[in-house]
């Protein structure tokens, strides 16, 4: 199983039935051609990521900082 399957299939298992079937959207930046707009989406996808993986969670669990460890990234 990928990378954070488990706990999907773990988490669901558990979901009441009455909220209905589980979707998930993944969404991204995208930034087409060359120059400063580019650089700037860049920007703002490296801060966020930051953000994510360095400042949220609790202090002693980080969900975003452990799934990019375990994802090598």
């Known amino acids: 199983m990928m990378c954070g399957e488990n706990a999907l299939h773990a ?4 979901r009441s039935d009455n909220l209905g079937q589980l979707e998930i959207v993944a969404g991204g930046t995208v930034a087409l051609g060359d120059g400063p707009h580019v650089e700037a ?14 400042g949220m969670g609790a202090r ?8 990019f460890q375990a994802l090598r990234l």
């Open 11 to 14: 988490g669901k298992a558990k």
């Open 41 to 54: 989406a860049r920007k703002a996808v490296r801060d966020n990521t930051g953000f994510y993986v360095g």
């Open 60 to 67: 002693d669990q980080n969900f975003y900082n452990d799934l």
